[in-house]
């Protein structure tokens, strides 16, 4: 049984920063991705960013250079580092586990990060 849980979010003002945490647990193979997703409030969801077992990574255009994903892979715990958030970025995020063995995708509980003043 993999489980996700996420930690971190809340509210902060128009151009500061979070930090979003996500621990994976139970049968986690060597080759995996984990992400993150966010969710508008009537949009679907979209792709936040990603980083393989291997150290690859994928960010959203709107992202690039704004947040940064990094992972421990001792501790099966990806972060995302935000920075310079706008009220656009006002979402639910999602953690997500992907495991090349098994073809499964796994997700966290969903965290609620808001920005405004």
């Known amino acids: 049984q993999v489980q996700l849980v996420q930690s971190g979010g809340g509210l902060v003002q128009p151009g500061g920063s979070l930090r979003l945490s996500c621990a994976a647990s139970?049968?986690?193979?060597?080759?995996?991705?984990m992400g993150w997703y966010r969710q508008a409030p009537g949009k679907q969801r979209v792709l936040v960013a990603t980083q393989t077992s291997g150290g690859n990574t994928n960010y959203a255009d709107s992202m690039k250079g704004r947040f940064t994903i990094s992972r421990d892979n001792a501790k099966n715990t990806v972060y995302l580092q935000m920075n310079s958030l706008q009220p656009e970025d006002t979402a639910v995020y999602y953690c997500?586990?992907?495991?090349?063995?098994?073809?499964?995708?796994?997700w966290g509980q969903g965290t609620q990060v808001t920005v405004s003043s």
């Open positions: 139970g049968s986690i193979f060597s080759r995996n991705t």
């Open positions: 997500n586990l992907y495991l090349f063995s098994s073809s499964q995708y796994y």
